[in-house]
């Protein structure tokens, strides 16, 4: 499909979305950083882990271009979600682009044991992910470009196993060219988005991190279970999973992951009509309930 085929941006919807979904994040922090009972503090959390998903998901439309049609408001936008998750938009671009190219390559194949692989590697970055630690590593290595761009760069690991393996070297790569001064300028965004919700909200240390830890863990767990043992194969390699309308509502449509692979240009509100109900639908809590016991051999059939 060209991009010319694709059905229009929901530009307004979009908008509208990410106001809202934003500003119902505010409110969660508020209330866990506010609220007397730990159980209100906890739902609070819980509820904030699911609307910062909605933010997230505008951004990935926006790393796509598909978030508004206006190239510098599609990226404005992309921007502002960006300060929720909260990260650089133009990191997020460049590593999101660069996980389509490479997906179910050898370097995004983090669900299975070859030959030679560094077994104990293989086990912490998978359970990185599983438990939401890998969330930490995202506005983390945001500050370390922005302060120490050559850090990164040295951790990329070209032309290793190490580097092939975690995938660092396709990642870590794409910092070459990347624009210092633009992801500079994001991350003090993010940091001064951040600085003035706690000001003004007068969060609590321990109710921000409450709301980012469950966000930090929802988020995780479905950032590798849309592709867990999909087909090793760039555009087909993923899964439509199939999990409850109205958590699928609140991602929009993320768990359609083998449709958005096979078309990234099209938005998130139509991705529904490019599934193909031919294909196997495994669902989420299935995927995410078998992935906790390890990567697995390579099949001897694939190699």
Not at 51 to 75: C, I, K, Q, Y
Not at 129 to 157: C, D, E, K, Q, S
Not at 273 to 284: G, H, L, Q
Request: proline share 6%; net charge positive; hydrophobic share 45%.
């Amino acid at each position: 499909m060209r991009a010319d085929d694709a059905p229009p941006i929901p530009a307004a919807l979009n908008a509208l979305l990410l106001v809202s979904a934003m500003g119902a994040g505010a409110m969660c922090l508020w209330t866990a950083s506010h609220a007397e009972g730990l159980w209100v503090r906890l739902v609070a959390a819980g509820v904030f882990s699911y609307v910062n998903n909605t933010v997230f998901s505008l951004l990935h439309e926006a790393t796509h271009g598909v978030l508004h049609p206006s190239r510098r408001l599609n990226d404005g936008l992309g921007r502002l979600a960006a300060t929720f998750f909260p990260t650089s938009f133009t990191l997020q671009r460049a590593f999101h682009l660069t996980h389509h190219r490479y997906n179910r390559t050898a370097r995004e194949q983090f669900d299975y044991l070859h030959p030679g692989d560094h077994r104990f590697l293989k086990y912490a970055q998978w359970y990185v992910i599983l438990t939401g630690v890998y969330w930490l590593f995202v506005p983390l290595g945001a500050f370390v470009f922005a302060l120490l761009p050559g850090l990164l760069r040295r951790l990329r690991g070209p032309g290793t196993r190490y580097g092939e393996q975690t995938g660092a070297d396709a990642y870590l790569g794409r910092l070459e060219d990347a624009p210092g001064a633009a992801i500079r300028m994001e991350v003090l965004g993010m940091v001064a988005l951040q600085a003035g919700l706690a000001y003004a909200l007068d969060l609590t240390l321990v109710g921000w991190a409450l709301c980012y830890a469950a966000f930090a863990v929802n988020w995780s767990s479905l950032q590798y279970a849309d592709h867990a043992w999909s087909p090793l194969d760039v555009r087909e390699g993923a899964w439509d999973l199939k999990v409850a309308t109205p958590v699928r509502w609140v991602f929009l449509n993320y768990h359609y992951h083998r449709a958005h692979h096979r078309h990234p240009q099209v938005p998130w509100l139509y991705l529904g009509r490019y599934v193909d109900e031919r294909v196997p639908r495994p669902s989420f809590l299935r995927v995410w309930l078998s992935m906790w016991r390890g990567p697995r051999p390579f099949p001897e059939q694939l190699k």
